[in-house]
């Protein structure tokens, strides 16, 4: 049925033949007894053709469509990637490639990630039952029944940790989303992911008895997020919308305050570049206050109404985007390096915001106005999502 599905995907939409992809590779990481060979096959069952793994120092695993064990090298590779430390992943289409390979090999390399992630450092991530982590998030559960869930969980009553919150777009999966990411990333600890409703929750407790959960993720992730850009199928974690928020640390059994903030946090995350992507409370500071303004209220302002009126407009988006890169880089040479664009490109950009809006963004006051008008504009933007 599932090789089926691949047949018919080029005449099916895009988004409900991916996510049959995604539904496939969730329930391999999810079953909890996933192995190299057991992943090999199901990837040769989906794609319809041979597909292999090769570990550092070890022999190549191989299976034919119907299941059948191969032996040796492949001799024709049509798509691979490397894995770094966890080795490659490939697919051995006879002819052209297929209209879903790209994504079918990304989702193979991030489950192959998970099953050989302790080369890599990180934690593997293992899909969770909702309903334990939504108890041990919940502050209206008694100590003794958060405490035996997080046991469930595998995690540790006495140690501290910190949850991730997951966003995506309406046709994507943010438990298999936060699955890949953290299969992606190097974060080292026990990972535990489920889907709470629209978000993903990641539950993050590092090793060992001394060890401190103070030192935020987000740098990782962010690493995470480009390795997935660069990686098969890179280019569709944008579009895929994906927004993370990251909590700060936080007593296990008081690991909801984590989870509010965590968020909070992913109301000010902007889909698209890493840096903004990925949104940690803690180095938010007193902005985050901005996210308990009700959005009403930030949307009536006259400075956010400004910025809503020109990100409206044609090619607004791009002015707005640059906006955002000066204030965060607080340089017009550092602000065009992270666009992409040469330096006077987003000078005239800038240029277009300061006449739509009437700010002197050279002025440090008027500077500090357009950020927090911005950060007021997504946040008003993100409780329509």
């Not at 032996?71 to 006879?94: D, I, N, Q």
Request: charged fraction near 25%; proline fraction near 5%; glycine fraction near 12%.
């Amino acid at each position: 049925m599932k090789g089926l599905l691949l047949r018919l995907s080029a005449l099916d939409a895009d988004a409900a033949a991916a996510l049959r992809v995604i539904a496939h590779f969730e329930a391999l990481l999810g079953s909890g007894a996933l192995d190299a060979a057991s992943l090999v096959r199901s990837t040769a069952g989906l794609a319809e053709c041979a597909a292999g793994w090769l570990q550092a120092g070890g022999e190549p695993v191989r299976f034919g469509p119907d299941g059948g064990e191969l032996a040796g090298l492949p001799g024709r590779v049509s798509s691979a990637a490397e894995l770094g430390a966890a080795g490659r992943v490939w697919l051995e289409r006879p002819g052209a490639a297929g209209p879903l390979d790209d994504l079918v090999l990304e989702w193979m390399a991030t489950a192959a990630r998970v099953v050989g992630g302790g080369a890599r450092g990180a934690g593997a991530p293992h899909v969770a039952d909702p309903a334990l982590v939504e108890l041990v998030l919940s502050g209206r559960e008694a100590v003794a029944d958060r405490a035996r869930a997080l046991r469930l969980l595998g995690l540790v009553p006495e140690l501290p940790l910190r949850v991730v919150a997951v966003a995506v777009g309406p046709e994507t999966d943010a438990g298999a989303e936060a699955v890949a990411l953290l299969g992606c990333s190097t974060v080292a600890g026990t990972v535990r992911v489920a889907r709470l409703g629209a978000v993903g929750a990641v539950l993050l407790q590092p090793r060992g008895p001394r060890a401190s959960p103070d030192g935020s993720p987000a740098a990782e992730l962010r690493t995470a997020l480009r390795e997935r850009g660069r990686g098969p199928g890179g280019a569709r974690t944008a579009l895929r919308g994906l927004r993370v928020g990251v909590g700060g640390p936080a007593e296990a059994l008081a690991a909801g305050e984590s989870w509010r903030q965590a968020r909070a946090a992913l109301r000010f995350a902007v889909a698209g570049a890493p840096v903004e992507a990925v949104a940690d409370h803690d180095a938010l500071g007193t902005v985050v206050l901005l996210a308990e303004v009700p959005a009403d209220r930030l949307r009536g302002r006259p400075d956010v109404r400004a910025l809503e009126l020109l990100a409206e407009r044609e090619d607004g988006a791009a002015a707005v985007a640059a906006l955002a890169a000066f204030c965060r880089t607080g340089s017009l040479r550092q602000a065009a390096a992270e666009l992409h664009l040469h330096h006077s490109s987003v000078a005239a950009r800038l240029a277009r915001v300061e006449e739509e809006t009437g700010w002197r963004l050279r002025d440090p006051q008027d500077r500090f106005r357009a950020q927090l008008a911005w950060y007021a504009w997504r946040l008003a933007s993100s409780a329509e999502d």
